[in-house]
């Protein structure tokens, strides 16, 4: 029953001395490639994430400009109605639109400035992509394959 717990022990500590051993030593081309395909996929989910992201704060903006677009016409269209000034019927309409469009403005840059870091950051990503899998591809030559 020793021997046999001796036994165990010695294999536990080979099994250990021998995954220490692959650990300390260089990859192989395999090994580097099996690692790297792992990291490629994640960055291709990241990548994919990123840009739906992108793509869906891009139509909140789109659709948030418009509406500035839209009560800036309107403001215009008041403003003309008289070359005097705006008419006293139309002008508590016309200050509610002015107030909402002045209200409105400051959000556009800060949206803008979102967006484009959120592209920014997908840009890196991609481009961080694009890298390891031409990594991958140089590693498959390798390979022969």
């Known amino acids: 029953m020793l021997r046999r717990g001796v036994l165990i022990l010695a294999l536990i500590a080979l099994v250990i001395a021998g995954h220490a051993y692959l650990r300390s030593r260089p990859p192989g081309p395999r090994e580097r490639l099996e690692t790297l395909r792992a990291e490629l996929q994640v960055l291709r989910l990241s990548v994919d994430s990123c840009q739906a992201s992108v793509a869906a704060q891009d139509e909140r903006f789109r659709t948030y400009d418009t509406r500035l677009d839209s009560l800036f016409e309107r403001i215009e269209a008041y403003e003309s109605l008289d070359p005097e000034g705006v008419p006293a019927d139309s002008y508590a309409l ?17 949206r803008a400035d979102s967006l484009r870091a959120r592209w920014g950051a997908c840009r890196t990503l ?17 390979l022969g394959g």
């Open 126 to 142: 991609t481009q961080s992509h694009n890298l390891l899998a031409d990594s991958v591809r140089r590693i498959l030559l390798e």
């Open 94 to 110: 016309y200050l509610e639109t002015f107030d909402q469009y002045n209200e409105s403005v400051p959000g556009w840059s800060g």
